[in-house]
Antibody, heavy 120, light 110 residues
Framework: QLQLQESGPGLVKPSETLSLTCTVSGGSISSSSYYWGWIRQPPGKGLEWIGSIYYSGSTYYNPSLKSRVTISVDTSKNQFSLKLSSVTAADTAVYYC????????????WGQGTLVTVSS | EIVLTQSPGTLSLSPGERATLSCRASQSVSSSYLAWYQQKPGQAPRLLIYGASSRATGIPDRFSGSGSGTDFTLTISRLEPEDFAVYYCQQYGSSPRGFTFGPGTKVDIK
């Protein structure tokens, strides 16, 4: 059974960089059938896609966040990571990692999510 | 960018009743690229429907999806107690390439 697990600091200071890692178990991140993605959800609000990455390192990002986002992959560790720079309180959210089915373009497996709070 | 609108914002129903949730897109969406998710408090979203009408693995057949173009519908034929949750639609677009989610419909107990 595929599992995804987010990890990283739960508290980040304003203007600093948020860094999270998603560890994939029960399957290979190097599968040609899938991309991998990050989605976030501010408290009490809806879902926002941040960006996605292929095992080769190919990426695409939400245009509204593109200038601040970097997503990378480490196939040797079966992990992919998110960096979001110059954070503000508006970046406070639960951050989810998920597997993206490239054929039908939907997110079929999700991590449990991790709350990141931006505060001094 | 394609914007998704969901209605109603909240749907108050009783167990056993039929729920009809709407997702409307600002531009035409390929049916292949429209999905629905269920989210319960404190949990990650769960994929229900992909390709507008295909149920994901393990999803009961009381859940069904339909629609095309700009209008899509999620129907729950008979609400079970575990179905009270928030439902989101999601689309994939190629220009610009990426995903957008609707604002969600909350189905709560009447």
């Amino acid at each position: 059974q595929l599992q995804l697990q987010e990890s990283g600091p739960g508290l980040v200071k304003p203007s600093e960089t948020l860094s999270l890692t998603c560890t994939v178990s029960g399957g290979s991140i190097s599968s040609s059938s899938y991309y991998w993605g990050w989605i976030r959800q501010p408290p009490g609000k809806g879902l926002e896609w941040i960006g996605s990455i292929y095992y080769s390192g190919s990426t695409y990002y939400n245009p509204s966040l593109k200038s601040r986002v970097t997503i990378s992959v480490d196939t040797s560790k079966n992990q992919f990571s998110l960096k979001l720079s110059s954070v503000t309180a508006a970046d406070t959210a639960v951050y989810y990692c998920a597997r993206l089915d490239t054929a039908m373009v939907h997110f079929d497996y999700w991590g449990q999510g991790t709350l990141v709070t931006v505060s001094s | 960018e394609i914007v998704l609108t969901q209605s109603p914002g909240t749907l108050s129903l009783s167990p056993g009743e039929r729920a009809t949730l709407s997702c409307r897109a600002s531009q035409s969406v390929s049916s292949s690229y429209l999905a629905w998710y269920q989210q319960k408090p404190g949990q990650a979203p769960r994929l229900l429907i992909y390709g507008a009408s295909s149920r994901a693995t393990g999803i009961p057949d009381r859940f069904s999806g339909s629609g095309s173009g700009t209008d899509f519908t999620l129907t729950i034929s008979r609400l079970e107690p575990e179905d009270f949750a928030v439902y989101y639609c999601q689309q994939y677009g190629s220009s610009p390439r990426g995903f957008t989610f609707g604002p969600g419909t909350k189905v709560d107990i009447k």
